[in-house]
């Protein structure tokens, strides 16, 4: 049985079949869904759990090398939340582009880890090291 960490057994199950330089989305409750991509919905009620909960939960157990959001995060959101978002992605800067190029790249990950956050633009897309 397991004592602590991720406890989700199919969030799990993703996680263990992510390789060098593959990518995880990670996204908020409005994200649209993608028939071709494994989804592991983990929602409940509006942000529980959100984005950043799940990104810290993330960072115990998975290492990323590059991590990319929607350039609209910024204009969408304060200094806190982007700080929060930064902090939970150090030592990886986030690379920013437009939500178009964005989700251009969903199609090629592993999976997606649906939350129930409502920060806009909160998605962002995890590249394992």
């Keep these: 049985m397991l004592k602590g960490g ?4 199919h969030l799990l199950s993703l996680l263990a079949r992510v390789r060098h330089t593959n990518t995880i989305v990670v996204a908020d409750r409005g ?5 071709q991509l494994e989804t592991v919905d ?3 009620v509006d942000d529980v759990p959100t984005v950043r ?9 998975f290492v990323w090398g590059a991590a990319y959001m929607a350039g609209e995060f910024m204009a969408e959101n304060g200094d ?7 902090q939970l992605v150090a030592p990886v800067t986030i690379h920013f582009e437009s939500h178009i190029e964005f989700k251009k790249r969903v199609p090629q990950a592993v999976g ?3 939350t129930a956050d409502t920060t806009q633009y909160g ?3 995890l590249e394992s090291a």
């Design 42 to 44: 983990i929602s409940l």
């Design 112 to 114: 997606l880890i649906r």
């Design 53 to 61: 909960q799940v990104l810290a939960a993330l960072k115990e157990n």
């Design 80 to 86: 806190p939340t982007q700080h929060e978002y930064a």
């Design 123 to 125: 998605n962002i897309i």
């Design 6 to 9: 991720i406890l989700n057994p």
């Design 31 to 35: 994200f649209p869904s993608w028939s």
